[in-house]
Structures are given as structure tokens and as C-alpha cells.
């Protein structure tokens, strides 16, 4: 196996002007993920989960470390790609999910998911038939595929966020509690797409309030708990 | 403090705009200090920041109607080099009339008021030496239904018009001529929200369907949020911090930046 991300010494601390103060998130973070690989973040509120995944994705800008990502351009830090390599990688190869959508006015919930897959290349018709399928496997309703997602309840919008963002297969997954507010059948669709991008060889880290959703996904667990930053084998630890 | 970032390696493309370094003073007010930017082709750049902190000065100078004390502009476009701001008033008139187009916050700027909206936008089109009526009719009306302008009042001035409507004749002549790059200075202040929201949908659109390299300057946060991918935050007449748009918002670096963000949260 090859590491797709090897993250090395990364820090992260908020200094808040006003306050005059600092928070610090983490640091000294290191672990490596491989293709295939899924590693579940775990710790109590506040203990850096959600601000990790954000500093991978360069939301958060971290203090020091390394993030080295193999992408298809070759080895790339992620804690100091200029920015616009930042945002190909996002639009290639590096996906976030996260609990809210962010829903356009005049928008169909089809051409929300299908955006992905047209930017990509994909050809609109094709595209729209790919976002049907994604919307119709998490459960949401074929009258509702032309309507506005802007009315739609908060479920209803988190079925659409996750067929989008989950549509176009990715090297590296970032996940922050994807399955709050999500029904039983969607929940359990979504399990089924990891599965499938995981055996496609995405490396994915994720946050999930209830671990055993996605028990028989997780390879690795770390505990990101200050004072108690440990990583194990799934196999030597219950979630 | 954070890392200083790499040279972009993957994406290779030149910046469509490249501003270095900048200055400008009016008496004893320098309205810009030693500002860049830089624009990359498709992409959208926000520029926020209090009042008086140089921002329409700077997009005035990118649109050539403006000359600063120093500094440099470029455009990677075919058939144009150097240093824009040397170029002779003719030149740029041509240039910004062809490849630039601009929205102005207040209206009056933009349009004459008493003129037909389709005239307004066939203007521009005279100006890059267009003549046939035709085609002049024609062209304007393709750009007007692009921004969604309501057709059957072509032939309205400006000063019957709403608001929204009057914003919408102003990007219809921005783009009349496909221009590669398309500035826009506060597009949706002074709109009600409904149709600040229309306004704003309209340019997320003709933004993904052209591909058009946009510079907007805005205070509403939401705004810049909805449309830009890049950020840039000025403070009398500086640069205070540069980034992805989310990376702005949600970890701003700068005193100011944090102030600016909190107070809209
Ligand atoms: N944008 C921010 N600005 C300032 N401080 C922040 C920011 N984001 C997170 N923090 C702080 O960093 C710490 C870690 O927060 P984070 O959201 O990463 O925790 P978490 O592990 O995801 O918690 P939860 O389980 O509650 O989601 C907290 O003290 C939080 O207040
Ligand atoms: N033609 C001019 N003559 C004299 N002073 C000027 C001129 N144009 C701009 N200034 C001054 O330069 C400074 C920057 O003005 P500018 O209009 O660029 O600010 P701004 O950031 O767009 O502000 P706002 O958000 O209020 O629109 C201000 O102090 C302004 O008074
Ligand atoms: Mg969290
Ligand atoms: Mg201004």
C-alpha cells in the first residue's frame, strides 16, 4: 500500500485578535493514510476533529507540518500549495463532505448534483441521468429532482449535499459527520458509497457521531483528545 | 504566524490580470499603496474592505480610467503587452472598450439615463467599430437576454427602469462584447434583497456559463461569499490579507479581517 497523505508535525492554534488570546486546536499531529484506507477521527467536543479536517482542506490555515498528498501531479504539501492548486485539487481530487449544503436559488436539485460531473467534462445529458441515480440511491423523492433545494427540509438537503458530493469518485475523502440528520435508508446508502469509492481506492478521514454506522469501513482509528493523541488498528480497539 | 506558500505547481496557467504594486495619492490621501492582485483566467477575485480603503480606485485602474503615480498592469490576452498604464489614451479607451467591461455601482456612471436601454448597450458595441444597425439590434438584444433583462422594454431609458433592471442594462453592455475580464463594483448595493438575489444569480451564471474572469468589489459579505474564489481584504489603501475565499471567512488571519468577518456573522 501507498500512503495517499502523510501528515507530519501539523499544528494548529486560532489567534483571536479581540481576545487577545490563542486557541490551540492540535499539534504535532502525525499519521499517514493509504489508498483504500478509512481512519475515523475520534474525540470529545472540541478536541480539534472538524478544525483538522478543515486545515487538510486548507479551509484553516495551519501553523506548521506538512500534508504531503500524492496527487496525479505528483507529491503536493498541502499546508503551503499556493491557492490555486488548492482549488484544482479540490475540483479533481480532494472532496469534502460536510452537514450543510449550500443551496443556490434557481438551482435544481438534479443540476446541483450533476455540476460535479458537467465540470468534469462529463456530457450535460449524462450527467443529469448520473444525478438522477445518485439522488434516487439516497432516497430523495423523483418529484422533488427539478425543484429548488433552497425549500427542501434539512434531510432533504443533506440526501442532495451527499449525492453531489459523492458523485464523482475522489483520491481523498474528507468527512464530518455526513450522516447527522439522515434517515435510517439514507444513512445506510451512504455506507454503501463509501464502500464503493473505499474499494475504488479512496483514502477517506472521517468524524461520524455514531462510529457504528461505518464499523465495518474503518481500518484505523485516531484519538485526537489532547494529551492522548494515539493512533490503533481498528482490530485492537472497539469504537 | 503561518507558512509561506509555494509557487503554484500544478496549475500553470499565467493570470489573466496582474496588478504589481500600485500607488496612488490624491494630495495627501493615498488611496493605494503598494497593491497587487492577480486574476487568473475564469476565476472570480472579491475585494472587500471599510469604506475609503481604495477598492473602487483599484478597479478603476483596471478598467484604464485611472493612472496610478507608479506601478505596473498587465492582461494575458492575445495581441496585448506591457504595461498597460503606458499605453496611450486612445489604446486603452479601444482596450477597455473591447476586452473590459465594467458594472458600477450607481447607475448614472454606466448608462446615459435618457437613451433606450438596447441603445445603451449598442453604444458600447459603436465603440469597437460595429455599424451595421442590424447587428447592432441584434447583438445588444443577445446581450440583454443574457442578463436577463425583461426584452420587451428594450427600448426604455434607463431612468424608467428599476433598480435591478438598470443594473442588468449595465452588465448587459459589460458583456455585450464577451470581454475577458468583467469588473464589478458593488452590482447589487442599494437592490432590495429579492432582487439583490436575482442580480447575484444571474452573474453566478453567466460566470459558470462563459467563464469569465471577474474582480467584484462588495461590502456584503454574502455577496463575495456567493461568487468569489478568491478574496482580498484592503485597509486604507493596503492589502492586509490575501486568500481562498473560505479560508478568509472562516479562519481570517488579520485583526481587521476577524472584525470584519465577526461583525457580519
Ligand atoms: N474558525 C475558528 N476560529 C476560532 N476557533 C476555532 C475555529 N474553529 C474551531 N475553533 C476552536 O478549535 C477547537 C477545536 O474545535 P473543533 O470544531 O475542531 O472540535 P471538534 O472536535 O470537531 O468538536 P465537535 O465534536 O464538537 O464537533 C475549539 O476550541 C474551537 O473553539
Ligand atoms: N478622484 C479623486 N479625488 C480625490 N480623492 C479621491 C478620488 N478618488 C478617490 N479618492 C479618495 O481615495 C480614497 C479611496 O477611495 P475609494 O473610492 O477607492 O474607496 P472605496 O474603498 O471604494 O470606498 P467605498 O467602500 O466607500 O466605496 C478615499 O479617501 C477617497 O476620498
Ligand atoms: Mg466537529
Ligand atoms: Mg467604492
Known sequence: MTAVLEIEGLTKAFTLHHLGNRIGAFSDITFSVDAGEFVLLKGANGAGKSTLLRTLYRSYLPQAGQVRFQSAHGEIDLARAAEVDIAHLRRTEIGFVTQFLTARPRVSAEAIVAEPLRLSGVAPERALEQAREALELFGVKPDLWQAYPTTFSGGEQQKVNLARALILPQKLLLLDEPTASLD???????????????????????????????????????????????????????? | MTLTLDAPRIFQTKPL?????????????????????????????????ESGSGKSTLLRMMNLEEIPDKGRYTL???????????????????????????????????????????????????????????????????????????LERLDAPPIELSGGMQQRVQLAKAIALEPALLLLDEPTTGLDVSVQALVLDTLKRLQQDRQITMVIVSHDLGVIRTLADRVMVMRRGEVVEAGLADQIFQDPQHAYTQQLVHAKL
Do not use: W
Not at chain 1, 188 to 209: C, Y
Open chain 2, 76 to 150: 494575458d490576452l492575445p495581441d496585448v503587452s506591457g504595461n498597460l498604464f503606458d499605453l496611450d489614451r486612445f489604446a486603452r479607451r479601444m482596450l477597455c472598450a473591447t476586452r473590459i467591461g465594467i458594472v458600477y455601482q450607481n447607475p448614472h456612471l454606466g448608462l446615459l439615463m435618457k437613451h433606450s436601454s438596447s441603445g445603451n448597450v449598442a453604444e458600447r458595441l459603436l465603440v469597437a467599430g460595429e455599424r451595421s444597425f442590424a447587428t447592432l439590434r441584434a447583438k445588444a438584444t443577445t446581450a440583454l437576454e443574457a442578463s436577463e433583462f425583461p
Open chain 2, 17 to 49: 490580470l496582474s496588478v504589481d504594486n500600485v500607488s496612488k495619492s490624491y494630495g495627501a490621501v493615498h488611496a493605494l499603496r503598494d497593491v497587487s492582485a492577480i486574476a487568473y483566467p475564469g476565476e472570480v477575485l472579491g475585494i472587500v474592505g
Open chain 1, 184 to 239: 435510517a435508508k439514507a444513512r445506510a446508502a451512504l455506507v454503501t458509497r463509501l464502500a464503493e469509492l473505499k474499494s475504488g481506492g479512496a483514502a477517506m478521514i472521517g468524524v461520524f457521531h455514531h462510529p457504528g454506522d461505518v464499523e465495518h469501513l474503518i481500518d484505523r482509528i485516531v484519538d485526537l483528545t489532547p494529551d492522548h493523541f494515539v493512533e490503533k488498528d481498528h482490530t485492537d480497539v472497539a469504537v
